[in-house]
Every structure is written in C-alpha cells, then in structure tokens.
C-alpha cells in the first residue's frame, strides 16, 4: 500500500491521533512494536496559526517514527490553509484533516465531525488544503452525522474529487460518539466502489490480531487504525503484526514484559511534563490497559495506582501486582 509515494507495505497497521494520548514518546513506542504509520495528536488550526505555544509543540516530530502524519481540525477555510502551511513546514510524511473527533468542543463548533452537517465547506477546506501544500493530504472521518445520514459512500467520492491522498473512515456517526458496536459494512462499500482509487483505512473496535485480518479479509481495506485498543497496550501493533505474518497469537509476551513497557511508559511522560504532570497524564494508559483485567479484589489497588502523584510510590504499587494473580 502507498500513500502519495509514501510505501507502506502490505495489510499496514497504523497508530489513530488521540488527544492527550499520542505524545511523541507513545508514538515512538508504538513504532518500536510495529506501527506502520503514527499520527500526532489533533492541532487546532485557529490555535496553529495564532501560534500558541501548547499547540506549536504538538508538531514536534522526529526522523525515528516516520512515516508520521500531523492531523489538523478547524472550520474555517483560511485558518485551515494557514495551519496546513505550517504543519508543512515542520516536514511531516503526510497532512491529515480531521473531520471526525466527535467530541462537543469541537464537532459542537463545526469542526471535526460536525463537518458532516456542512458537506460543501468540508469540501471546500479539502479543496483549499490540498492546493496550498506539497505533502498529501488524507482526511479521517465518520460514516454521517446520525444513523439518518449515513453518506460516507457519497461522500468518499466527492473528498477523492478534491484531492486526497487516502481516506480514514470510523465506523460510527457523530451521535453514536463512542458507543454501540462500529460498523464495518459501510466501510467495505466504500472501498468496494470501483470508482474508488485511493486507499481506504478502516477504524473503530480493533482491538485484538483476529478482528484485524478480518477487517483486511473481509471489508478489504488497505490499512487498520488502531485508537483506543492501543491505550495502555502499544504491544498490540507487535500482536497484530505476527498474527497477520503467522496466523498464529503471540504468546512469548509475559506479564513481566508488559509491566515494564507500562513502567517505561510511565518515565517517558514523567521526562516529558514532570512527575506530577507525568503521572497525571499516563493515568489514562494505566486505567484502560486490559492488562489488570481478570485480577480478583484489584478495586483497591487500582484506586491507590490512579492517585498517587509518586514514581516511587506508583513502581511500588507495580511490584504487588504478580503475574500469579492474572486470570487469563
């Protein structure tokens, strides 16, 4: 698979952009067990262009987890070819418009997946962003607004008409947020329509090696983007990657293993921010890791682990938790 001249390889496995999430550091440490392609967390484009710092730091990259793609969000078409401009110049592989994050903040505001409700400025942004930079440009969007307009087939057709380089497609509409189960279907149709040449990149609920390969066997994608499956688990990418080159599950990683990945994560983000800050940030990773599930009476335990604000005191918690105790 390619992205504009960008070689991919075959059934890629890419890392969503997730606020608050895909730092640089877990970016890097997702390249290191396997992601084909990472993407940064979403830059405003209004904050891009007026240059806040927060936001300017968002496009820090670096030559070791490239391919890398910078995502920018915002609904007016100025600001959007501004930011894009910018994002350019701190020479990303790929510039991707986000038309997808649900959330109030943004989709209430007509950005990101609110986009849907006003397809013809979606199309213009697109237009615009493609014609003011060099790098290609992708878009990462949703089926539709609502279960009553689901257009993505339509509308995949008219996003290629501007330009893009490739599509990423969630399987759910802007008001399932989250929620219910995503729906593959209408991402195969789209990658099934012959007047479809770009490449079409699945996402929603991936979360184990075997809903991958059925994701590339069945819907025909060209590339599967983990998001939330990989929160506090970035060994999925080396799971999924052998169990596509083996048919087989990856079972040499030990509970061991992935508490030390979890504890490299953890001073990663402390070296980052600080300690307080850098703990306050990776409790998201350590809340949704599926690694804790099954222990029996972890109530408490996890409890202490999301409040102290302490490395010595959070490794100390680390080493109570024994493999033993795993119900797998």
């Given amino acids: 698979m390619k992205i504009g001249n960008i070689e991919l390889g075959d059934r890629p496995i890419f890392l969503a952009p997730m606020e608050d999430v895909t ?10 067990f396997g992601a084909d392609m990472v993407y940064t967390e979403f830059i405003s484009s209004d904050a891009l262009i007026r240059l806040v710092n927060k936001t300017t730091q968002k496009l820090s990259i ?45 989709a209430g505001k007509g950005a990101g997946s609110g986009m849907l409700q006003n397809v013809p400025k979606m199309l213009e942004i697109t237009r615009a962003v493609v014609e003011s930079v060099k790098v290609p440009v992708t878009v990462k969007t949703r089926l539709g607004w609502d279960a009553n307009s689901k257009i993505i087939v339509d509308l995949a057709e ?37 007047r479809m040449h770009i490449p079409i990149i699945g996402n929603g609920d991936v979360t184990t090696p075997q809903r991958a390969k059925e994701c590339f066997d069945k819907y025909g ?31 040499s990683l030990s509970f061991e293993w992935k508490m030390q990945v979890l504890r490299e994560e953890v001073l990663n983000s402390v070296e980052r921010l600080d ?13 949704a890791t599926p690694l804790f599930k099954g222990i029996p009476n972890f109530r408490e335990t996890r409890i202490a682990m999301l409040r102290t604000e302490s490395v010595k ?15 797998e």
Avoid at 23 to 32: G, Q, T
Avoid at 76 to 91: L, N, R
Avoid at 165 to 193: F, S
Wanted: aromatic fraction near 6%; charge should be negative.
């Fill in 158 to 194: 008219r996003l290629q008409d501007c330009g893009i380089a490739a599509l990423t497609i969630h399987g759910r509409t802007r008001a399932q947020m989250y929620t219910g189960e995503a729906d593959w279907t209408l991402i195969g149709d789209v990658k099934n329509n012959p």
């Fill in 275 to 287: 300690e307080r800050r850098g703990i306050v940030h990776i409790r998201r990773h350590l809340a």
């Fill in 62 to 106: 670096c030559d070791e987890e490239r391919p890398v793609a910078i995502q920018i969000y915002g609904r007016e078409t100025d600001a959007m070819v501004g930011a894009a401009q910018i994002a350019e110049a701190a020479c990303p592989d790929i510039l991707d418009i986000n038309f997808g994050c649900p959330v109030k903040k943004v």
């Fill in 221 to 251: 994608v060209d590339a599967v983007m983990i998001g939330r499956g990989s929160i506090g688990r970035p060994w999925i990418f080396k799971e999924i990657k052998h169990y596509l080159e083996t048919g087989e599950e990856l079972t």
């Fill in 23 to 32: 730092d640089p550091a877990f970016r890097l440490m997702c390249k290191k």
């Fill in 313 to 327: 005191e959070l490794f100390e918690i680390f080493e109570t938790i024994k493999p033993a105790e795993v119900s």
